[in-house]
T-cell receptor, first 117, second 111 residues
């Protein structure tokens, strides 16, 4: 399977604990995005990378959230001191930069579901 | 008020019906408009995208954009049970980064 891969698929944690999600994008894609989706809502933009550079962060991304993409390959999203309001599906997507012979379409992974008790 | 409004449904139709899904938006700077389909416990997948106003057709799917009314539509002809999913509209000012999604409309097509 050469699609976007996310792990773990489901994480249950207690309030106050730290969690980390990993995203492996499609290999030739230079852009990587994180979105958050809560029940009954559409995905909300969190942040995106072009290669290893984090180009934009949403105001939704509080200081407890940090994302990295070392060497422009896989990415991690860490949430420190989790709160019940962090319970959501965290979606990763990747794309080729628009204009490089591609539409820039985002390909989403299946998401990592976080439940904070 | 949200930038993108979409009726959450559910919308229930019989197989073979024509389905109309709609979104309204408030940001006149949006230029790229997309429709994503999301099956339960899966990530969204792109169905169609259009730039600026106009229509675009792909098989049983037709997307329409009316920028003057800030209104976009997705029509599904000859709907099938396999079309049962949540349909998300999304839009952006430039390219595909930083999409702004609607809440999604849940569609149920019964055999």
């Amino acid at each position: 399977d050469t699609g976007v891969s996310q792990n773990p698929r489901h994480k249950i944690t207690k309030r106050g604990q730290n969690v980390t999600f990993r995203c492996d994008p499609i290999s030739e894609h230079n852009r990587l995005y994180w979105y958050r989706q809560t029940l009954g809502q559409g995905p909300e933009f969190l942040t995106y990378f072009q290669n290893e550079a984090q180009l934009e962060k949403s105001r939704l991304l509080s200081d407890r959230f940090s994302a990295e993409r070392p060497k422009g390959s896989f990415s991690t999203l860490e949430i420190q001191r989790t709160e019940q309001g962090d319970s959501a599906m965290y979606l990763c997507a990747s794309s080729i930069l628009w204009g490089q012979g591609a539409t820039g379409e985002l390909f989403f992974g299946e998401g990592s579901r976080l439940t904070v008790l | 008020q949200k930038e993108v409004e979409q009726d959450p449904g559910p919308l229930s139709v019989p197989e073979g019906a024509i389905v109309s899904l709609n979104c309204t938006y408030s940001n006149s700077a949006f230029q790229y408009f997309m429709w994503y389909r999301q099956y339960s416990r899966k990530g969204p997948e792109l169905l169609m995208y259009t730039y600026s106003s106009g229509n675009k057709e792909d098989g049983r799917f037709t997307a329409q954009v009316d920028k003057s009314s800030k209104y976009i539509s997705l029509f599904i002809r000859d709907s099938q049970p396999s079309d049962s999913a949540t349909y998300l509209c999304a839009m952006t000012v430039t390219g595909f980064q930083k999409l702004v999604f609607g809440t999604g409309t849940r569609l149920l097509v019964s055999p």
